[in-house]
């Protein structure tokens, strides 16, 4: 409940049917411009293609493609925080792996398009829940328990998992 991990595997071609009619980037022929964004270097022994694991209560460990980073999320105050997000590497990366886990954290790191994104989403809550601290937000993706989900990613339950684990520690 307290911590949570989600990760995705690379399957080989091939081994999975899909309904072409129902995959919207396929359907609609969308494609990714720079495919390098993709590329990445085995170096883990596995087929994991991004972990990304939540320690309770401000710490995340990620690994995307061969980005690799440690974010720590610091409370300054009731109404702030100060982020410290750690790119890693290793000191015997060849030059071209160097720039590959540049190039991915371009993307995913602190200010890569996709967390520019998550940062906007999360500050659009924060506003919301200040505006009106009577109300009440209800999120039922994903049943109301904080089971880990099976067949689907599409849940909340790590976030329930993790307002569980506050309520403990505040004691209410």
Partial sequence: ????????????????????????????????????LMEHVEELGDTVTNSIQTVFPSLVIQQILNALAVRQLVP????????????LGF?????????????????????GFVSMEDGLAGGLVQRGAVADPAARTVMPMG??????????RVTEAAVRGFWKGWRECMGI
């Fill in 1 to 36: 409940g307290w911590h949570h991990r989600s990760y995705a595997e690379r399957v080989p071609a091939g081994d999975v049917e899909i309904d072409k009619e129902k995959v919207r980037s396929l359907k609609n022929q969308y494609s990714l411009e720079d495919v390098s």
């Fill in 76 to 87: 300054r105050g009731p109404d702030r925080s100060e982020l410290f997000w750690t790119i």
């Fill in 91 to 111: 000191e015997d990366d060849d030059d071209a792996l160097l720039e590959l886990r540049l190039k991915v954290n371009n993307l995913v790191g602190p200010a």
């Fill in 143 to 152: 049943g109301p328990g904080i089971e880990p989900s099976v067949g689907s």
